[in-house]
């Protein structure tokens, strides 16, 4: 017999060199391809054989290996990936949580004690601006402990965070908490302006059509900021708000599958049944894609990548490209907030041109010394108010306006804004 041509395996099989280095186990216990260096060893040991792959296919971006060992070995991705945003969700995160938290026990202590409509009105105010700015404290304290529980596994489970219940609540709880804040500050920068205008008006009792006009305020708010947090993960809304489909079961489906994706791998394998496809909804694509696998072991699973997982920190999903569905929605809210800043700047100021006005016929001797000092005080008040707000919304909708546009791709900056922009209010 001729052996020369002929690999001898570890198990005693033997196979033809040409078949040695060639990325396929034909030995059967690996010893082929043991000693070749073209190629990488995929990790997944459900199964029988050792799976290799090209050296090319280690980084590239793309998944090759089932259990995707050839992308995560190599990245070092995290949920938080720079330090001084590490340091920065803790600090805000856990200052936002204690000192926001102190300010309603204490109004709620002290409000039996209030005897004017103005003065219950701003308590509560005041306390429902702490409630959402302690909210966006809880928000970025779970996403520090996040970070670390992940730590340097997050590549490799990122995709069953980015579909988890925990990272929708998350997005949920931050924008609540911003809305509320802002919403709350808007109304109480009207009730003031309402009050100066009103002049020396001694303000009226509390009673009973006071407490119903408060609740309406508190309802009014949480109404509005809950809804407009929940509405994207409304079923009925999903052809508006899911952004793709994620089928953990299914190895070789290991990615975030987008409408646009389904839509050319469903019209390739239709085509060929010559079985029509009347739309492209998301809930006719979960349809299609059941009539592509065997039902057996009760049919294929999926997760669906909502609103808020859009990107590892869970944010209200600001950037949009001008085609998405959710642009509408984005641009609503957005346009929304920065009339509520408009508000908010334009009553401050008001006041203290009010108050400026007012006190000019006193500013001689020590009444007037104490007016200009009152006014002084009043002046840093409304400027720290204004510049806090307009460090908050604005950038957020420059940066959304430049994204849409296409002048810039802003998708990475959402951790810098989520921890450093988004909570300066807070």
């Known amino acids: 017999f001729e052996m020369v041509n002929v690999f001898t395996c570890a198990n005693g099989n033997c196979v033809p060199y040409s078949q040695v280095c060639n990325l396929v186990d034909d030995c059967g216990d690996g010893t082929d391809e043991d000693g070749c260096n073209n190629h990488i060893v ?58 926001n938290g102190i300010i309603p026990v204490r109004n709620l202590y002290t409000i039996k004690s209030v005897r004017t409509f103005s003065a219950l009105t701003d308590k509560v105010l005041i306390t ?34 980015l579909v988890s219940t925990q990272c929708s609540i998350l997005g949920v709880v931050s924008t609540v908490g911003s809305q509320i804040s802002l919403f709350s500050m808007t109304v109480l920068s009207i009730t003031r302006i309402v009050r100066i205008s009103q002049g020396l008006s001694v303000p009226g009792p509390v ?20 809804a407009l947090a929940v509405i994207p993960l409304e079923s009925y809304f999903e052809d508006i708000f899911v952004n793709a489909l ?38 006719s694509i979960k349809s299609l894609i059941r009539g592509m696998f065997t039902n057996d072991y009760e049919g294929i699973s999926y997760k669906v990548v909502g609103f808020y997982g859009n990107d590892p920190v869970c944010l209200f999903k600001f950037f949009v490209a001008p085609d998405e569905p959710q642009t509408s929605y984005s641009w609503f809210l957005l346009g929304f907030n920065f009339v509520c800043f408009g508000i908010i700047s334009i009553s401050y100021a008001a006041v203290f041109i009010i108050t400026s006005t007012s006190s000019s016929s006193l500013s001689q001797g020590a009444t007037g010394s104490l007016v200009r000092s009152r ?46 922009i988004l909570p300066i209010n807070s």
């Open 375 to 420: 006014n002084s005080r009043l002046q840093r008040k409304i400027s720290i108010i204004i510049l806090t707000d307009f460090l908050c919304w604005v950038p957020f909708i420059i940066v959304s306006f430049l994204h849409t546009m296409g002048t810039v791709d802003a998708s990475p900056w959402y951790a810098l804004l989520s921890i450093l």
């Open 246 to 283: 994620y089928y953990p079961d299914i190895k070789f489906l290991r990615a975030l599958i987008t409408k646009n994706s389904f839509k050319q791998a469903l019209t390739s394998y239709y085509e060929k049944t010559r079985l029509p496809i009347s739309s492209f909804s998301w809930s």
């Open 207 to 226: 009673n009973k059509k006071c407490y119903v006009l408060v609740a309406s305020i508190i309802f009014v708010t949480l109404g509005t900021s809950i």
């Open 128 to 161: 429902l601006i702490s409630v959402g700015d302690w909210l966006v404290g809880i928000y970025l304290f779970c996403l520090a402990s996040i970070d670390v529980y992940f730590g340097k596994n997050f590549c490799l489970r990122q995709y069953d965070w």
């Open 42 to 99: 995929c990790s997944d040991k459900s199964l029988l054989k050792k799976s290799y792959m090209p050296l090319s296919s280690l980084c590239d971006g793309k998944y090759d290996c089932l259990d995707l060992s050839d992308e995560t070995s190599c990245c070092e991705r995290e949920l938080i990936n720079d330090m001084a945003l590490k340091v920065s969700s803790w600090f805000i995160g856990t200052l936002s949580m204690v000192l």
